[in-house]
């Protein structure tokens, strides 16, 4: 059995989960279309690697705050019906179950909010998933995240706690991705693997040798 890692956004899925959460409170009325203009500015920042992840999660977070997570997630289920169905790859799909199959763990780790990873994830058949850990006070919804994020190298800080929790062994670890910025991680298996991968991330796949995926 091996340990089986999967990015989640344009990996598992041919979109970032995010943007389609604000399409959905933009959609139903929840949320301003000024969003989807940040959103897109701070994807190029993210495409850069120059993302400040405090303003991201404050602008992903922003209709939410003062809410319990309860009150911001009544709608994911449609959420994930009506908007995350439509951007699952078939190969994502396969390659799951071809590792389920030959019983290996798998574990989706993401930066994106954890109320939003977790139930994907539990859709795609993954029961382990970690997430961008949201901060509340007193049950509510705050707009901030907690000081260490699941995002660069705060991904192998979540890795190896989880793996130290499950008292799993990182021996013969995959991880799946498409971005330069999980890096970081991919460095950290024993078998990176770049999933329709950035430019940046395929220069570095070739240069070291790295296999290489298309998922549709």
């Known amino acids: 059995m091996a340990i089986i890692v999967y990015d989640l956004d344009h990996t598992l899925i ?20 000024q969003l989807i203009e940040e959103a897109e500015r701070q994807r190029q920042q993210y495409m850069n690697g120059t993302l400040d992840m405090q303003d991201y999660l404050k602008m992903i977070l922003k209709t939410h705050i003062g809410q319990t997570p309860a009150e911001a997630t009544a709608g994911i289920d449609d959420f994930i019906r009506d908007y995350v ?12 179950q071809q590792h389920q199959a030959s019983g290996d763990r798998c574990v989706v780790i993401s930066a994106s909010v954890d109320f939003l990873v977790k139930p994907i994830a539990k859709f795609l058949g993954i029961e382990d998933a970690i997430g961008v850990q949201i901060e509340t006070r007193a ?78």
Request: glycine fraction near 6%.
């Open 85 to 96: 169905v439509p951007a699952i790859r078939t190969d994502a799909l396969a390659n799951i």
């Open 14 to 33: 041919d979109a970032d989960c995010s943007e389609l959460w604000l399409q959905y409170l933009i959609d139903t009325g929840q949320a301003g279309t």
């Open 139 to 216: 049950g509510l919804i705050t707009g901030a995240g907690h000081e260490v994020i699941c995002y660069q190298e705060g991904k192998v800080f979540f890795y190896t706690q989880w793996l130290r929790e499950q008292n799993e062994s990182a021996a013969g670890s995959w991880f799946y991705s498409d971005s330069h910025n999980d890096l970081p991680l991919l460095e950290h298996v024993d078998n990176p693997v770049a999933v329709t991968p950035d430019p940046q991330l395929l220069a570095v796949s070739d240069a070291r040798n790295w296999q290489v995926m298309h998922w549709q």
